[in-house]
């Protein structure tokens, strides 16, 4: 699950409005805000944009877009290690 309250922070951290991001996405501000609020998902090449627009490292994305499912599959990893 995508750690939205991160992903909201960042977005207000860039100085750019969600109305900027959306142009630049070529995506609905409604979109974005069904995503942000959980009802839809994010697509990989939307990630991507985000990534790009918010200027995130491989590592921030990776924890914002697949944090919970990361830490699950590590876990693993240590168990079966």
């Known amino acids: 699950m995508v750690d939205t309250k991160s992903l909201s922070?960042?977005?207000?951290?860039?100085?750019?409005s969600k109305e900027e991001i959306c142009g630049i996405m070529g995506i609905s501000l409604g979109s974005l805000n069904n995503k942000l609020a959980g009802r839809t998902s994010f697509t990989v090449p939307e990630?991507?944009?985000?990534?790009r627009i918010l200027k995130?490292?491989?590592?921030?994305?990776?924890?914002?877009?697949f944090g919970n499912k990361l830490?699950?599959?590590e876990d693993k990893?240590?168990?079966n290690g």
């Open 47 to 51: 990630a991507k944009d985000l990534q």
């Open 56 to 65: 995130l490292t491989d590592t921030i994305t990776m924890q914002i877009f």
């Open 9 to 16: 922070k960042r977005i207000k951290e860039s100085g750019k």
């Open 77 to 79: 990893e240590v168990v």
């Open 71 to 73: 830490s699950k599959i």
